[in-house]
């Protein structure tokens, strides 16, 4: 059965700050409309300090203790991810001393990382537990990484995570920023994790950390102009059409993040969505929204034009909940 769920920002960016403790209400909400997906994706510099990979501080660890006890308690599937790694990360690569790609020594401390959370949830069932390695890698070619290099790490880090716990359910995220399918390691025997953002210039216009932001014109969807092709529902078929070819091979695909930024016109989201949750639904392919309260979020998200109800004390976008629920694969359905 796919799993359906939303990214939550507890250990998402160190600053300085302690993770954010467990937010039971937020679980309980997802659990009652029968979501069973919980990605959260981390920060390595909450728990090691200036750049000593191999030295972990593991009391950090018991917030994710919680976070899975309560995902549990649930039966909610927790999806251990890890955002920022030792070398890379996708915003603010710069803020990294090594680099991933090139520098064995935050390679080393990459499959250190996971080494150490193997060993601390092994047992622990697949039904509620799989680790994300890395999120969105990126482009090729970009500060060193080639598809070589990358499916290098990434076999080695699988292979060390397996010797220890065995049965693990992994998951890899696409290259380009998890837009890039990656047949060379179709036969890994993990989940691929895709992406639900494009085209961008609907989803991320005005968003100030993507640069291919300035000077957008609103968006309009469909039809929205790109580089190669015109985006709509066919559009986006076609741009996932990698993606169905190394399923065909067997692999399990899951969306690990989709969304759409607030500054977006609620009438251009709306159908935005409309099609490419109504793709997920004909893929079969779980979904993971980024995020569950925020500008991308479907509580409180802030986006002009759209109509809220109270849930559970909670601002929701209706409509927005509505097609999540409309788009999921229902049990009978899942087995046929």
């Given at each position: 059965m796919p799993k359906y769920g939303f990214n939550f920002q507890w250990m998402f960016i160190w600053r300085g700050n302690p993770p954010m403790p467990l937010d039971e209400r937020a679980l309980d909400f997802v659990a009652s409309y029968g979501f069973d997906f919980v990605r959260i994706p981390t920060d390595y510099r909450f728990w090691v300090r200036d750049f000593d990979y191999l030295n972990s501080d593991e009391t950090v660890f018991e917030c994710l203790d919680d976070y899975l006890a309560a995902c549990r308690a649930r039966d909610i599937h927790m999806c251990l991810n890890l955002h920022r790694v030792p070398g890379y990360c996708i915003n603010r690569n710069d803020l990294e001393r090594d680099n991933l790609w090139l520098d064995e020594v935050a390679q080393d401390g990459f499959v250190f990382q996971w080494e150490t959370f193997a060993r601390r949830y092994k047992?622990?069932?697949?039904?509620?537990?799989?680790?994300?390695?890395?999120?969105?890698?990126?482009?090729?070619?970009?500060?060193?990484?080639?598809?070589e290099n990358h499916a290098a790490i990434i076999r080695r880090t699988v292979a060390a995570i397996r010797a220890i716990d065995p049965d693990r359910e992994i998951v890899i995220d696409g290259l380009?920023?998890?837009?890039?399918?990656?047949?060379?390691?179709?036969?890994?025997?993990?989940?691929?994790?895709?992406?639900?953002?494009?085209?961008?210039?609907v989803t991320h216009y005005r968003a100030s950390w993507w640069i291919g932001s300035k000077g957008l014109p609103e968006p309009v969807y469909p039809g929205t102009p790109g580089d190669d092709k015109t985006w709509d529902r066919s559009g986006?078929?076609?741009?996932?059409?990698?993606?169905?070819?190394?399923?065909?091979q067997g692999v399990q695909v899951h969306i690990g993040e989709f969304g759409c930024y607030n500054k977006t016109p609620n009438d251009v989201a709306l159908r935005w969505f409309s099609d490419l949750l109504g793709l997920y639904r004909e893929f079969r392919w779980g979904y993971s929204l980024w995020n569950f309260a925020g500008p991308f979020?479907?509580?409180?998200?802030?986006?002009?034009?759209?109509?809220?109800?109270?849930?559970?004390?909670?601002?929701?976008?209706?409509?927005?909940?509505?097609?999540?629920?409309?788009?999921?694969?229902?049990?009978?359905?899942?087995?046929?």
């Open positions: 047992g622990a069932p697949n039904e509620h537990l799989s680790f994300d390695l890395m999120n969105e890698p990126p482009d090729v070619n970009q500060y060193g990484m080639t598809r380009g920023g998890g837009n890039l399918a990656m047949p060379e390691l179709a036969d890994l025997g993990v989940i691929h994790s895709c992406r639900g953002y494009q085209p961008m210039p986006l078929r076609e741009h996932y059409r990698p993606w169905q070819e190394i399923e065909a979020g479907i509580v409180e998200h802030g986006r002009a034009g759209a109509e809220y109800v109270n849930v559970q004390g909670y601002r929701v976008d209706k409509a927005l909940l509505d097609l999540l629920l409309e788009s999921r694969v229902s049990e009978k359905e899942g087995a046929k």
